[in-house]
């Protein structure tokens, strides 16, 4: 789940680590109030999504006067937003970050992941920070510096002594930055962070470290366990069908293809996937139902799936170990009756008491195309979307 970057900066706010003062809108007429809260010497008027490459799409705005405030907010408000990170699609802007400018003297780059292979936290530093952070990575990655943290230990001093050094740090700023590394990571190990970066840290004309970018991202597996963050959800930043998916507990992610795809574990949907394409075809979405598939469950399944105009087929690839075959073949005829389905289905049930879940399918009266493997099934379900198209 993503932050926005007020949300963020909230939070590290509270952890000690600084960040500019500024005020959230989601109205023009807040405007004028926000920037006479602030100091007077200009402001940044910053668009809320959830993505990052802002300014160079136009979402972030520096002005020097109330008058370019309110006119880039009002261009800003209630309009859209695609950037590099957005995959073309473009994103509302509902609140903007209005924050006071900074005599910026450098700018750093900090971030901190998971790194799965070492089963450990790992941060990135650069002391090339900034908008093409990216190219620096593809060009210069002498200048990328990784530090992972023993989760026995902890950041140590000598590691932030290490990285400071490697920055050119001095002073306050050499100091801040071992705070910075501690507190980021402690607030990451409290809040489940998966991700999160700041780029750029800047280094401020009077040898402060500021966090003036933050982008944070949770872990899905671990939101049961930060109910405060779940309310900061922002599902508008969402794709719609995604977002309607994890309503139900299921786990979908669209797709450019014709052929939906219902099935009950992440490892086999993507099987499923594979031998859809090996066969010539192009899956719809990813869909993974869970293993405690219901017959309400399927049939928001399919009413997902069918929300995109160009799917032409479906394919429903179920293994019953935990739910039964035969309850799973009542959810899909339920299912197929409840939404009225037009288009062709073909079913691959295996597991406990699979003949008669497939019996059932024959039994329905329904236009169900079963299938005894995978294999068969993906063929079978690229040649009915081919004769659909």
């Known amino acids: 789940m993503n932050l926005h970057e007020y949300q963020a900066k909230l939070l590290f706010k509270q952890a000690g680590i600084a960040v500019p003062q500024g005020v959230v809108v989601d109205d023009l007429s807040q405007v004028l109030d926000a920037v006479n809260q602030l100091p007077s010497q200009g402001w940044v008027v910053k668009a809320q999504i959830h993505a990052g490459a802002r300014g160079k799409a136009g979402g972030v705005k520096l002005v020097k006067t109330v008058a370019e405030a309110e006119q880039a907010a009002k261009a800003l408000l209630g309009s859209s937003l695609a950037t590099i990170q957005t995959a073309g699609k473009a994103l509302p802007i509902n609140k903007l970050l209005i924050e006071q400018t900074l005599d910026i003297q450098q700018e750093l780059y900090l971030s901190l992941v998971v790194d799965r292979v070492e089963k450990a936290h790992r941060f990135v530093v650069s002391a090339a920070g900034g908008m093409d952070i990216e190219e620096v990575a593809d060009t210069q990655p002498e200048k990328i510096i990784c530090l992972d943290v023993n989760p026995l230990l902890g950041v140590m001093p000598y590691q932030a002594r290490e990285i400071g050094f490697a920055l050119g740090l001095t002073g306050d700023a050499f100091k ?3 705070s910075i590394l501690k507190r980021l990571y402690q607030l990451a190990l409290d809040k489940d962070f998966a991700q999160v970066e700041i780029n750029p840290l800047v280094l401020t004309a009077d040898n402060q470290l500021i966090a003036l970018d933050a982008k944070v ?5 671990a939101l049961y366990r930060q109910p405060g963050l779940v309310e900061w959800r922002d599902i508008s930043q969402e794709d719609e069908r995604e977002a309607q998916a994890s ?39 990813f869909l993974d139902v869970g293993g405690g598939t219901t017959p309400e469950r399927v049939s928001e399944a399919f009413k997902l799936i069918l929300s995109s105009s160009e799917v032409k087929a479906i394919l429903v ?11 799973i073949a009542e959810g899909i005829i339920q299912a197929v009756k409840e939404v009225g389905l037009s288009i062709p289905v073909v079913v691959r049930l295996e597991g406990t008491n699979v003949e008669l879940g497939r019996e059932k399918l024959a039994q329905s009266g329904l236009s169900i195309i ?13 040649e009915v ?5």
């Open 217 to 221: 991202n949770i872990d899905p597996n």
């Open 370 to 382: 079963s299938a005894n493997d995978l294999a068969s099934a993906a063929r079978k379900v690229v």
């Open 247 to 285: 309503q139900f507990q299921l786990n979908y992610i669209a797709l450019d293809g014709n052929i939906g795809c219902m099935v009950n574990g992440a490892g086999l949907a993507m099987a499923t996937m594979d031998l859809i394409q090996l066969n010539g075809g192009q899956p719809a979405n």
């Open 317 to 327: 690839n179920i293994f019953g170990g935990i739910v039964r075959c035969d309850l």
């Open 385 to 389: 979307a081919g004769e659909s198209a």
């Open 176 to 178: 801040q930055l071992g």
